[in-house]
């Protein structure tokens, strides 16, 4: 089968590679959908050396179960189930994983990292994921493309169950992606007051201003956005700010631009080594707290799938391009060059 891969030299390339094998102890899954995410883009742009190669890529998906193996059905998974997968597979064991946070494992292994990925007509998934099941089922009314867009929308809904959102609260949103966008949409869900999407690319941000109507879209690179939010908020600043821009600077301006007993959640992870961008006195003297976040758990994916199938999230009117595995190379110089929000492979 032909599958994008990160080969040897850790450059990207459609190749040939084996269909994955029948066996007792997994599933095999013919992905539906599968899309470009995020980690899959600084790939693209700069390699990526946690991915051990060669490795077939991809992680977001939704497809159908083709083949159950006797763990599967013992654990509840039939052919012809629709399902999507949380790709990051805890151990079960470890102390985070027995604490309900997976995600944290002190063994993780992922789906397009350490397992074969998704840019492929068909994907194993291995016992220990079959085990933690990390397969979710997917209801009828749940189309495809919409369910390959719930694993991103559960990283960021892991991310805000920290930050206790609720009425009265003004929240700013750094970046004006997918998933600034989902953590805008999330926000208003639970009710805040006022939401700020600050973006500087006009093109982008006016996109997010259609997506999530409700948001406020500021470009940040023509005024200063300290000063903004504050007289957008009465001097008092944002309750909660989220960066979802991996931006250096903007870790520190989050903590200027942030109210007394301000939650900061700093979504993306930054280049090089991370350091030098936390004001310690800012956080002493406004009681700041401080939140990170990598990736995400069933639990938070399942609630997102309910989400979708209440209508209160449409995930699929973020997808702007839909492409066959054959030219998904244009899918990342689309992102690239064209500032796509969201593109979605059909393999």
Do not use: W
Not at 150 to 168: D, K, M, R
Not at 305 to 323: P, T, W
């Amino acid at each position: 089968m032909k599958a994008l891969i990160l080969n040897e030299d850790r450059q990207m390339e459609l190749q040939e590679m084996p269909e994955p094998q029948k066996k007792d102890n997994n599933l095999i899954v013919r992905v539906k959908s599968a899309s470009i995410c995020g980690t899959d883009m600084r790939t693209f742009l700069k390699g990526n050396n946690k991915i051990d190669v060669p490795r077939i890529l991809g992680h977001e998906c939704a497809g159908e179960i083709i083949h159950s193996g006797k763990l599967g059905q013992e654990n509840g998974y039939q052919k012809g189930d629709r399902v999507t997968v949380a790709p990051a597979v805890g151990c079960g064991h470890c102390r985070p994983c027995k604490s309900g946070h997976t995600n944290m494992c002190d063994d993780l292994k992922t789906i397009g990292f350490q397992y074969e990925g998704v840019f492929a007509p068909y994907v194993e998934i291995p016992e220990r994921a079959i085990r933690m099941h990390n397969v979710i089922k997917l209801a009828d009314k749940v189309d495809f493309d919409n369910a390959t867009l719930v694993e991103p929308a559960a990283c960021a809904l892991n991310g805000q169950h920290f930050l206790n959102i609720g009425p009265s609260d003004n929240v700013v949103v750094y970046g004006s992606g997918l998933i600034g966008c989902i953590h805008a949409e999330l926000a208003l869900l639970q009710g805040a007051d006022k939401v700020f999407i600050l973006e500087p690319v006009e093109k982008r941000g006016k996109i997010a201003q259609k997506m999530v109507p409700n948001a406020v879209y500021i470009n940040n690179a023509e005024i200063d956005a300290v000063e903004e939010i504050k007289k957008r908020t009465d001097g008092h600043g944002a309750d909660v700010v989220i960066v979802a821009a991996s931006v250096p600077k903007l870790h520190t301006e989050a903590q200027e631009i942030a109210a007394k007993l301000g939650r900061i959640l700093l979504f993306g992870g930054l280049p090089g080594d991370g350091k030098g961008f936390i004001d310690s006195n800012l956080i002493h003297y406004k009681e700041l707290q401080i939140f990170g976040v990598h990736a995400t758990t069933v639990k938070y994916m399942q609630q997102i799938l309910n989400m979708v199938e209440q209508g209160k999230l449409d995930l699929k009117k973020y997808i702007e391009r839909i492409l066959p595995l054959e030219e998904i190379i244009d899918g990342f110089t689309s992102i690239r060059d064209e500032n796509v929000m969201k593109v979605v492979i059909h393999p």
